[in-house]
C-alpha cells in the first residue's frame, strides 16, 4: 500500500534558479523600464544602499513553478517611477492608488515576460502593491538588485512553496517495531 510517504520523480519542484538566471531578469526588467519608462531610463546593474521606507509590487506566477516576481524600492522611488511611467497624464500630486497602479504595472509587465520565459502553462495574477510575500524557499530565489536614477530597486523570482521535506534514507528490509 502507497501511504504518500514515498516521493516519486515527478514530486520534485523545480527551484527558480533552475530555469532562469540573473541575467534573463536583468534583460527583461531592462526592457519593461524602455518600454514603460522611456528609452533613456536605464537600469544599471549595481546593488544600492536599501531603503528605509520600501513598497513592493508583485504579480504571482502559478505553474509548473509557483512563485511570485516582486519589485522593491523606496516609496519616493515608487513615486518616481510612477510619473516616469504616467508622463504627462501625471497629476501633480500623485494620489496613492495612481502609485499602486502605476507601480503594479511595472510588476505585471515584468512578470509577464518572466512568466513567459519559464515552461508553461502559466497563469498571472493581478498586480499587488504593499509589503512583498515571505520568501519561503531561500533556495528558490533568483534576485537582481539595480540602480534606476541613483535609487536602488530589486527584482526577485521567489518560490512560494516551501522545500519539499527530504526523505529519510531507510534499510532496505527494515521493518517498523
Do not use: Y
Not at 519542484?13 to 536605464?42: F, K, M, N, Y
Not at 509587465?109 to 499587488?128: D, E, F, I, T, Y
Not at 538588485?145 to 527494515?174: C, K, M
Amino acid at each position: 500500500m502507497d501511504t504518500g510517504e514515498r516521493r516519486r520523480s515527478s514530486d520534485v519542484r523545480p527551484v527558480i534558479t533552475d530555469l532562469i538566471d540573473g541575467a534573463t531578469v536583468l534583460s527583461i526588467a531592462e526592457e519593461a523600464w524602455i518600454a514603460l519608462v522611456g528609452e533613456d531610463e536605464i537600469l544599471v546593474p549595481i546593488p544600492g544602499e536599501p531603503p528605509v521606507d520600501i513598497v513592493s509590487s508583485w504579480v504571482d506566477i502559478v505553474g509548473p513553478w509557483t512563485g511570485s516576481v516582486v519589485l522593491t524600492t523606496g516609496r519616493g522611488t515608487a513615486e518616481e517611477l510612477s510619473r516616469a511611467l504616467l508622463r504627462e497624464a501625471a497629476p501633480e500630486v500623485l494620489e496613492h492608488e495612481d502609485v499602486e497602479d502605476a507601480f503594479g504595472e511595472i510588476a505585471n509587465v515584468v512578470g509577464g515576460n518572466v512568466k513567459a520565459a519559464l515552461p508553461g502553462p502559466s497563469g498571472l495574477s493581478l498586480p499587488q502593491v504593499g509589503n512583498a510575500p515571505v520568501v519561503r524557499n531561500p533556495v528558490d530565489v533568483c534576485r537582481v538588485d539595480v540602480v534606476w536614477r541613483g535609487e536602488p530597486v530589486s527584482i526577485s523570482v521567489q518560490g512560494a512553496l516551501p522545500p519539499l521535506p527530504v526523505p529519510s534514507p531507510t534499510r532496505e528490509n527494515e521493518v517498523p517495531l
